[in-house]
């Protein structure tokens, strides 16, 4: 009975066993397979990152060429970022806008700072009633562009008028009639410039005089103020931005780098890492997107603006400069339409950047839950 029993039960494990190898290889082969068709997610430089820094290298190097001839910018910047450009050297580029961008602009503003007192000085020290008083005196208000001509050349030529003319400004304003008045007091409410709503606003707190020095000097000080300051601070702040984005993406690259290159704890922290930054290369290129956005909003409003002022001034019937007012304003519409459609294009590509950035990160948490259920 007992040798009966252990021959059934040996008989009965053989059994077992040759029942179970083959479910037990037929599972593993299974879970290899599933886990086979279901690869890793790809670290971000082996796909569109690589392309999103190529992408941010060229537009680097457009916001560069735009600074070297625009005449919005000082003369030092535009000749130090000509110099970056035609190099044509990539790191030459980023160097400019890494350091030779803010050094440009300090030589700039201590020109522009000797400009604003030299001008101030002219204007204090001249004879009421002149050419140099009151040229000096609009340049004193005017953009820096206009400031520096002033110095290199205007004030030159404001001194030649008054010895000609007996330090009498021969100034001939035109006769102002009531809707002169009515538009510039519509100007100091609806214009999208800052500038020209304050000087607007000014001559209509003056007499007649004032206003009629709106038409002939001071809306195109206000305007050329605005477009200046618009394009210096956009230009500005597209250089911070690409700079950071930049160090921030090769900083990402490095951290998936590391990871790919070590394992365990080690790895997992690598991981958390390049994911912080690509989260944080969403957020401020989304933010970058949103702000150009709002930059555009602004270009399009001067735009409209000024295409208004074009059908006033075709239609106008008062004594006032009307074909000279018309010319500014056709050009005006272009330019700012222009500044509008960059602005439109920029915001596209930092929301790219911003996506591509998002697929980064949840990359990461993806493979950081991969290594969680194999670990």
Request: charged fraction near 30%; proline fraction near 2%.
């Amino acid at each position: 009975m007992g040798d009966l029993a252990r021959h059934m039960d040996s008989g009965g494990m053989d059994m077992g066993r040759h029942t179970l190898m083959p479910a037990l290889v037929a599972a593993v082969l299974a879970a290899a397979f599933v886990g086979a068709a279901q690869p890793a997610p790809a670290f971000a430089d082996s796909s569109f990152m690589i392309m999103a820094a190529v992408d941010l290298t060229a537009d680097m190097r457009d916001t560069v060429w735009k600074l070297s001839y625009n005449p919005a910018m000082p003369p030092e910047l535009q000749a130090a970022a000509y110099v970056a450009f035609v190099s044509n050297d990539d790191a030459k580029i980023r160097a400019f806008v890494r350091t030779g961008y803010s050094e440009a602009m300090g030589r700039a503003k201590a020109r522009e700072d000797s400009n604003t007192w030299f001008i101030g000085e002219i204007h204090r020290t001249s004879i009421p009633g002149s050419e140099v008083h009151g040229s000096s005196g609009e340049a004193a208000v005017a953009s820096k562009a206009a400031q520096e001509v002033y110095v290199q050349s205007g004030y030159e030529r404001a001194q030649e008028l008054d010895r000609l003319n007996d330090n009498k400004r021969q100034e001939r304003l035109t006769r102002l009639a009531k809707e002169d008045r009515d538009y510039v007091a519509r100007l100091a409410v609806d214009d999208p410039g800052l500038q020209v709503r304050a000087l607007a606003q000014s001559a209509i707190n003056g007499d007649d005089r004032s206003v009629a020095l709106f038409f002939k000097y001071y809306w195109k000080i206000g305007a050329d103020l605005d477009k200046e300051r618009f394009i210096r601070s956009t230009l500005q702040q597209n250089v911070i931005w690409q700079d950071r984005i930049r160090l921030l993406t090769e900083s990402a690259l490095a951290a998936e780098k590391a990871e790919r290159e070590s394992s365990g704890e080690l790895a997992r922290k690598h991981r958390q890492d390049a994911k912080n930054t690509w989260e944080r290369i969403d957020r401020e290129a989304g933010q970058s997107s949103v702000d150009w956005l709002a930059e555009q909003g602004k270009a399009d409003a001067q735009a409209s603006a000024w295409a208004r002022i074009a059908e006033h001034a075709r239609n106008a019937q008062s004594e006032q400069d009307w074909a000279e007012i018309l010319r500014r304003a056709n050009e005006s519409n272009t330019s700012w339409a222009d500044e509008a459609r960059w602005a439109q294009g920029e915001a596209a590509k930092w929301q790219v950047i911003a996506e591509q950035a998002r697929k980064a990160a949840a990359d990461a948490v993806e493979r950081d839950l991969g290594g969680s259920l194999t670990s």
